[in-house]
């Protein structure tokens, strides 16, 4: 696996642009960090609006990316542009003193995950496999309450009114079991950032 993260990028671009759905959440994971402390300097350091800016980050990116992944030369500017611009529109909201789910909620709640494309060489197929054994590992380590909210929120990227409806619990405990949920699943999936880099 190479060293050079720019070049690991677009590896990974390449995969999910030729349909290997599983891409996104490895470049998630690398560039999160960043984004996070991107959403963090325009939030005004505000930790509820910066997490909400993160959720809606990743999930605009899902829906995005594949489609530009071909295109991209530098990922993370790419990604830091769209982040940008997402925290701008939750600031504009905010200023309307609007509060409104996810635009992507309604489209992507019924959508299931895509079946993975079969990698090219046998190297990539060992490695999706490995990488789908970890996620599966993590989400399935998690405590009942936390693993719940995390499969509605980070695998049917549910908003919060619709986790809250559907375990009976008020939107600020969703908001509070989905944060400690990211800290374990960041924790366990830690491998997936640090390998590429060593």
Not at 54 to 64: F, H, N, P
Request: aromatic share 6%.
């Amino acid at each position: 696996m190479t060293s050079d993260p720019r070049s690991y990028d677009r590896k990974l671009l390449d995969a999910l642009s030729n349909g290997d759905s599983s891409a996104f959440w490895q470049i998630w994971i690398r560039h999160e960090p960043h984004l996070g402390a991107v959403c963090s300097r325009h939030m005004r350091r505000v930790r509820h609006d910066a997490e909400d800016a993160v959720s809606r980050s990743m999930m605009t990116a899902r829906e995005r990316l594949p489609e530009y992944a071909s295109e991209i030369i530098d990922l993370e500017a790419w990604l830091t542009r769209l982040t940008s611009n997402v925290c701008l529109d939750l600031k504009k909201e905010r200023c309307r003193g609007t509060r409104r789910a996810d635009p992507l909620d309604e489209q992507i709640l019924t959508r299931r995950e895509a079946t993975l494309a079969e990698p090219l060489t046998p190297e990539d197929t060992c490695f999706a496999s490995q990488l789908r054994q970890l996620i599966s590992d993590a989400f399935s380590q998690l405590p009942p309450a936390l693993g719940a909210v995390a499969q509605l929120r980070f695998l049917n990227e549910a908003s919060y009114a619709t986790i809250a409806e559907n375990l009976s619990i008020t939107e600020t405990a969703a908001r509070k079991r989905v944060q400690k949920a990211r800290v374990v699943l960041r924790r366990q999936l830690a491998p997936l950032v640090n390998a590429p880099r060593e």
